[in-house]
């Protein structure tokens, strides 16, 4: 790990435009050397906070430190250049006229050792030897690497990415969001990633803070942000969702298709059943099971999309494997595998 690897520590963020309330009350804590995603809806808040850690713009209440630092708080106010946190934007943001090596210089003091600094730099990110291309040159993921190389030369406490691979096409994003969260690790910088894509969030991230109508809902591992999220709103935000109307009587719930443990406490009385689509299993009709009627299959490759009715008439959509001959009409029986997530129902109305 880096020694300049910093921690940072926001709490009590509130921040409004006129009468638009956009944060209230946000705490984010991202331990020194990990990433951490920002992830949410659009218009949730997710870039004002990033600009409040960064320092383009000042929360109306709370405390930010980083590294232990008070940047903004108690009236005081550190400039965005004294606070060693850089910026990666969505569109990297080079400057076309100058050269690859040029860029990245520009996150450098000027004197001797420049040249070698920007070499180690793009060596680092794994663009060796293009020192001397110009932006225009490179694909949308190299010119990703070398706002990167940018970023990282100026040796930031913390660096900040506002949603950098939203431009890029899906293959380049999933294979640039990848190499450049490797390189992250490798140097030992923390950060933080803002974004509204949840296989990002979930893949790269060591902690996901989801922040839903300018609050962090939930802030946990992404294992356990999917596997157990604190409220119904969540678990609809993070990943797809099968829903059941059940009761839960001492920690079991009773839905269409059986009895089945719950995963996390919830008071007895009707709840909404929670599960995921891979918990769905689809076989041939058989006694003592619950069977539902197949409405259309669709194909996708590796799984096929099958949507059921449930005798009760509750509508139900599963996966199964790619090669799946399901034809519709037929009666299939479903399984639950594991225990399910439930939340109290809402009130009616």
């Not at 690859?100 to 060796?128: E, Y």
């Not at 940018?150 to 380049?172: C, I, N, T, Y």
């Not at 922040?211 to 802030?219: K, N, R, S, Y």
């Amino acid at each position: 790990m880096t020694d300049y690897a910093a921690g940072i520590a926001a709490h009590g963020i509130h921040k409004s435009y006129r009468h638009r309330r956009v944060l209230a009350g946000v705490d984010l804590d991202v331990p020194a050397g990990t990433i951490t995603a920002v992830l949410g809806p659009s218009g949730c808040g997710k870039t004002t906070l990033l600009r409040i850690l960064a320092g383009f713009d000042d929360p109306d209440a709370g405390v930010v430190r980083i590294a232990g630092r008070e940047v903004v708080g108690n009236g005081n106010v550190v400039a965005v250049h004294r606070r060693r946190v850089g910026l990666m934007p969505q569109e990297g943001a080079l400057f076309p006229h100058l050269t690859v090596g040029g860029n990245v210089a520009c996150g450098l003091t000027s004197g001797n050792g420049v040249t070698g600094q920007v070499a180690h730099w793009l060596d680092v990110v794994g663009l060796p030897g293009l020192a001397d291309a110009r932006p225009h040159e490179l694909s949308g993921g190299q010119q990703q690497r070398v706002a990167l190389a940018r970023a990282l030369a100026a040796q930031p406490r913390v660096l900040l990415l506002d949603e950098p691979f939203a431009s890029l096409d899906a293959g380049l994003r999933v294979r640039g969001r990848e190499d450049i969260a490797e390189i992250l690790r490798a140097a030992g910088t923390t950060a933080v990633l803002v974004t509204h894509d949840q296989t990002e969030a979930l893949s790269l991230a060591d902690s996901v803070a989801l922040l839903i109508d300018g609050t962090v809902a939930q802030h946990a591992a992404p294992a356990d942000l999917y596997g157990r999220p604190a409220n119904l709103q969540t678990a609809r935000f993070v990943g797809a969702t099968v829903e059941l109307a059940g009761t839960c009587r001492a920690g079991v719930a009773h839905t269409a298709l059986g009895a089945h443990p719950v995963r996390s406490g919830v008071a007895d009385g009707p709840a909404v059943v929670v599960l995921r689509p891979e918990q769905l299993r689809t076989g041939d009709d058989g006694p003592g099971q619950s069977t539902a009627r197949v409405r259309s299959c669709r194909f996708y490759g590796a799984d096929t999309t099958v949507h059921v009715t449930l005798p009760d008439g509750s509508d139900l959509q599963l996966r199964s494997p790619g090669d799946a001959r399901i034809a519709p009409g037929s009666t299939v029986t479903v399984e639950v595998v594991g225990d399910v997530l439930a939340y109290p129902s809402p009130p009616a109305g």
